[in-house]
Each structure stands twice: as C-alpha cells, then as structure tokens.
T-cell receptor, first 114, second 114 residues
Framework: AQSVTQLGSHVSVSEGALVLLRCNYSSSVPPYLFWYVQYPNQGLQLLLK??????LVKGINGFEAEFKKSETSFHLTKPSAHRSDAAEYFCAALPYNQGGKLIFGQGTELSVKP | DARVTQTPRHKVTEMGQEVTMRCQPILGHNTVFWYRQTMMQGLELLAY????????DSGMPKDRFSAEMPDATLATLKIQPSEPRDSAVYFCASGPGQGENIQYFGAGTRLSVL
C-alpha cells in the first residue's frame, strides 16, 4: 500500500529561522503531491500542490516545496518563520489509481518561538 | 467565496444518542469525503462519495455509522448509538472529481460524547 511519511511529529524553530518540514512518499509512479495547513480549530487549507512541470512549487504565505523524484521527497520550506506559521502541516499524495482518495501523512506540528 | 459548510460546529451529546452531522459541498463538486481526526489516530478517511454514490466506506464502523448524500448539495454522517470513543473532529471535504481533484475542507464538527 502506498504511504506518506512525515519525519518529525513536532518541529520547533525560532522566529526568522528557516522552516523545513520533511515528507516522503512511497510509490514507483510519482503521485500528485500536496501540503495542507491546519490552524487551531480550523479545517485543512491547501498550501501548495505539485502535479506536473516545474519541480519547485510556490504556495501561499511564502512557503514552497520541491519535488525530488530520485529521493521520493516533497519537503516544505520557508526561508523565515513567522509566529503566525504555528500550525499543523499535512503532506498528502494522490495516487493515479486510488479513485481520488488522498493519502495523508501523520502531520507535523510547527511551533515558532519568539 | 465558495466553501464547504459543516453543521453543527460543535456537538455535545450523551452516550447512546443519535448524532447527525451535515455537510454542504462546494457547488459543482461531485466528490465528497468524510474524515475523522483524533489525537491518537490522526486523520482517518471514513467514507467517499462520487456523484452521490458511495465508493468507499471501508474506514467507517458499519454497525453504528452511516453516510448518505440525499442530494448533490447535502451529505450526512450519522452515528447511532454514539459512544465516548466517537469523540473527535469530523471533517467533510469536497472536490471537483477530475484532474488534480483538490480537496477543499470544511471547518469541521467537534463531537463530544459523554
């Protein structure tokens, strides 16, 4: 079965520091890939997506992610963390043969220290 | 501003009572997903509809849970009878059903079963 793995259930960074959230997928055929963000007491919101084409994709709030087929990775980065970035982040994959069902990682909670 | 609407936002009930959660998908979307989120299990897919027909409900406890789409603008998730272990946040998401099939999430229903 295909899976999505997020390394680190909790990441803490200082305000202004680089944010790096790791995501790896298991699939011989690269799926569509997504990052969602969940703020407290809210639903999931799409941050960015990779389907085809450029492997570096930009999303909202200054986030970007790079698809690396050779590493089966789709890590999320932001050059400078802001306090408002504190949230839970989910990586998800949409395999071609799953009828539209997303496969989610376990989530990574990002804390931003002042 | 198209969005997925879930009602109620919060529900507190006693064990044994019936609970009904409602979801209005984004107009024009033909796929609807129900998820459950808990601290222990994370985000779990309960059921998935395409064109109002259930495609996959393997993640749903069959004895007490039921999901339906009476029409294209309403999806319901019922629990009867409810149990304390059903306490969780239940999310509905909808998608266009083609291409990237990006899922758009509602704000969730926070259920507490006492």
């Amino acid at each position: 079965a295909q899976s999505v793995t997020q390394l680190g259930s909790h990441v803490s960074v200082s305000e202004g520091a680089l944010v790096l959230l790791r995501c790896n997928y298991s699939s011989s055929v690269p799926p569509y890939l997504f990052w969602y963000v969940q703020y407290p007491n809210q639903g999931l919101q799409l941050l960015l997506k990779y389907t085809t084409g450029a492997t570096l994709v930009k999303g909202i709030n200054g986030f970007e992610a790079e698809f690396k087929k050779s590493e089966t990775s789709f890590h999320l980065t932001k050059p400078s963390a802001h306090r408002s970035d504190a949230a839970e982040y989910f990586c998800a994959a949409l395999p071609y043969n799953q009828g539209g069902k997303l496969i989610f990682g376990q989530g990574t909670e990002l804390s931003v220290k002042p | 501003d198209a969005r997925v609407t879930q009602t109620p936002r919060h529900k507190v009930t006693e064990m044994g009572q019936e609970v009904t959660m409602r979801c209005q998908p984004i107009l024009g979307h033909n796929t609807v997903f129900w998820y459950r989120q808990t601290m222990m299990q994370g985000l779990e897919l309960l059921a998935y509809f395409r064109n109002r027909a259930p495609l996959d409900d393997s993640g749903m406890p069959k004895d007490r849970f039921s999901a339906e789409m009476p029409d294209a603008t309403l999806a319901t998730l019922k629990i009867q009878p409810s149990e304390p272990r059903d306490s969780a946040v239940y999310f509905c998401a909808s998608g266009p059903g083609q291409g990237e099939n990006i899922q758009y999430f509602g704000a969730g229903t926070r259920l507490s079963v006492l």
